[in-house]
């Protein structure tokens, strides 16, 4: 019984540690990167039916080329962030562009994203994590964090008194 509280208590902290780093390094809307991984959260519903509004929303850099029709990107507009669908991807001026389309959205995108304003590809969206992290960044947020992290402590060395 002892190893198998001690495992839990391990993968706890790890899953905390984690949730913790995500929640300190995510911005709203703008994101982080780990590598070539960058987190974001889904603020609105041109997605909604592949990303609903608060999933953390995890794309990748890859080369401009391993980009394809019918993948989600991110890319940097007039300095926002989107994550569309790539409808058409063609070459302009010897650049590779792509016509872009929310999945709830009726029309597509009224600009062309040019190559340098592709951010990463969308590899992973977890639905909700966004907006825990989101709520987290708060002051309220953050005092039920740490709130809730020594409940979790206290609990943990009551269990461990208990079974000693």
């Not at 401009?64 to 300095?79: A, L, R, T």
């Not at 966004?130 to 987290?136: C, D, E, S, Y």
Request: net charge positive; proline share 3%.
């Amino acid at each position: 019984m002892k190893k198998f509280l001690h495992a839990c208590s391990s993968l706890y902290t790890v899953f905390m540690l984690g949730l913790l780093l995500l929640t300190l390094s995510i911005r709203m809307g703008g994101g982080n990167a780990l590598g070539p991984y960058q987190f974001r959260v889904v603020l609105t519903e041109s997605m909604q039916n592949t990303f609903p509004v608060g999933s953390l929303l995890i794309s990748k850099q890859v080369p401009i080329e391993e980009v394809k029709e019918d993948d989600v990107i991110s890319m940097s507009v007039g300095g926002t962030v989107l994550s569309h669908r790539v409808v058409h991807k063609f070459t302009q001026d010897n650049h590779t562009v792509f016509q872009t389309k929310g999945d709830s959205n009726q029309r597509k995108d009224p600009f062309i994203v040019k190559e340098q304003q592709v951010l990463g590809k969308a590899v992973l969206a977890i639905p909700w994590i966004g907006k825990i992290l989101l709520k987290l960044q708060t002051i309220n947020g953050k005092i039920a964090f740490g709130l809730f992290l020594i409940e979790i402590y206290l609990l943990k060395v009551f269990i461990q008194l208990i079974w000693s």
